[in-house]
């Protein structure tokens, strides 16, 4: 063997010369871009009600208003962040070997590609750092909020990193069901907010107008986090539901702060909707970019990451903006989908690794299964259909729920509160 020699003349490196026709490795191959009709699709559906509402049909006080709008933009730059450092991000999460096979296209070309996982990290950070750049640029230091903004910053970042985690490690099912209840703590402890709850009308002559609940109010707050964490979780598993889900539940939220704002004069009670809007716009137009990605034919999974994420933004979100019961009802579908899933999550009924519908290569048709997911039960009461149809009547399903959580608010109010 001949080894070659070292230049004697030190000098500029000479650049290897190129391999012939090097093959790029499919880790380096570039992932399918965004759909453009999604996002084209979203925005106009989300904007167009929102502007007029913000800035026509609500008779908001101008400071408040600057600081929603001026949220709005930053939200928006995360939004293009977050949809430039997708495909680079994807790169890397191949070149480690986190990646997943899609379930719902085993038998067919599709279900042989690696897919990278975990896509929820790019979402989680830049939404980290557009509400710290937020605070840093909109936030009086002197605020009475801060305290406990930045314990939900530290509650989210804490959920990333956990699901991240579970991403890399694949953490056991049990144990995955308490993280979020450490990760929501920083929130309670800082939680500065009444413990007390009103009680609706027709119980008044029982209980007197209202009980304060102390230590169990956090308790039921901390409960609400894991609900939450987990819920969205589990409601997963076809191309684009678990972002879906999030943007239109996130969607119901902005909706109703903003009604809040609108409707009320208190200072602090619209401070309180104001603060969750502060997250929430940030929330929603990081995970439209996800979306665009995970969108069937997904080229990303969102991870645990992601579904983590969601989950204790809502959560934190509820829990400041003082609404926990409306946030509940935003999540019917979630609930429900709890419900199904108890005896197996009981372990009463053996419960798989994914209790995923059975996908049928020839005719290219999604079949439900006994497993006790929402996901199932819908294939089961409207019969076969594409993933790509399943996931469009799942968020339908969601928007109803969300609309009906309106409504009931809308009767009930006067009678019940
Ligand atoms: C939860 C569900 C599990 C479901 C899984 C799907 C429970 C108790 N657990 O588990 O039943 O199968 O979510 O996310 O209800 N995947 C697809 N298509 C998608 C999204 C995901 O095929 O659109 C597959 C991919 O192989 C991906 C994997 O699911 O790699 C991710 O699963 P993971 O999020 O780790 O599952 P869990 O959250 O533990
Ligand atoms: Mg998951």
Avoid at 52 to 61: P, R, S, T, V, W
Avoid at 290 to 315: E, Q, R
Wanted: charged residues 10%; hydrophobic residues 50%.
């Amino acid at each position: 063997m001949t080894v070659r020699k070292r230049a004697a003349v030190p000098g500029p490196a000479r650049p290897a010369p190129p391999e012939p026709n090097p093959t790029p490795k499919p880790e380096d191959q570039p992932i399918a871009g965004a759909k453009w009709g999604v996002i084209v699709g979203c925005w106009l559906a989300i904007a167009v009600p929102y502007i007029y509402a913000i800035l026509y049909h609500y008779k908001i006080e101008w400071e408040l208003k600057k600081s929603i709008l001026i949220n709005a933009v930053v939200s928006l730059l995360g939004f293009v962040l977050t949809l430039a450092l997708i495909p680079v991000a994807s790169k890397y999460v191949l070149r480690r070997n986190l990646f997943g096979y899609d379930i719902n296209k085993k038998g067919t070309p599709q279900g042989s590609v690696k897919v990278p996982e975990s896509l929820g990290i790019v979402v989680g950070i830049v939404f980290l750092v557009s509400a710290i750049l937020f605070q840093f640029a909109n936030i009086p230091a002197d605020s009475n909020w801060l305290v406990e903004y930045n314990a939900a910053l530290a509650s989210i970042c804490f959920m990333i990193l956990l699901g991240f985690v579970d991403d890399v490690l694949d953490i056991p099912w049990r144990v995955k069901l308490l993280l979020p209840s450490v990760a929501a703590l920083p929130l309670l402890m800082a939680y500065a907010g009444h413990t007390t709850i009103i009680i609706p009308k027709p119980l008044v002559q029982y209980f007197g107008e209202n009980i304060d609940l102390g230590w169990i109010y956090k308790l039921y707050m901390g409960l609400l986090a894991v609900f939450c964490t987990n819920a969205i979780n589990i409601h997963a598993g076809i191309n684009g539901l678990e972002v879906g889900q999030t943007v239109v539940i996130a969607c119901a939220i902005l909706a109703h702060n903003i009604m809040q704002i609108g409707g009320s004069k208190d200072p602090e009670y619209q401070q309180a909707h104001a603060f969750s809007i502060y997250l929430v716009q940030p929330l929603i137009a990081t995970s439209l970019a996800l979306f665009s990605f995970n969108w069937n034919p997904s080229s990303v999974f969102v991870g645990d990451t992601f579904t983590y994420f969601a989950g204790m933004t809502m959560a934190v979100v509820g829990i400041l903006g003082h609404f926990s019961e409306t946030l509940l009802i935003f999540f019917t579908p979630q609930v429900l989908n709890f419900l199904a899933s108890l005896p197996q999550l009981a372990g009463i009924i053996y419960c798989p690794r994914h209790r995923l519908p059975r996908f049928d290569p020839q005719s290219g048709l999604l079949t439900g299964t006994k497993d006790g997911t929402l996901v199932n039960i819908f294939l089961r009461l409207f019969g076969r259909r594409s993933e790509r149809s399943l996931c469009i009547l799942l968020l339908v399903f969601q928007g109803i729920c969300c609309c009906f959580c309106f409504y009931l608010r809308y009767i009930l109010t006067g009678w019940y509160k």
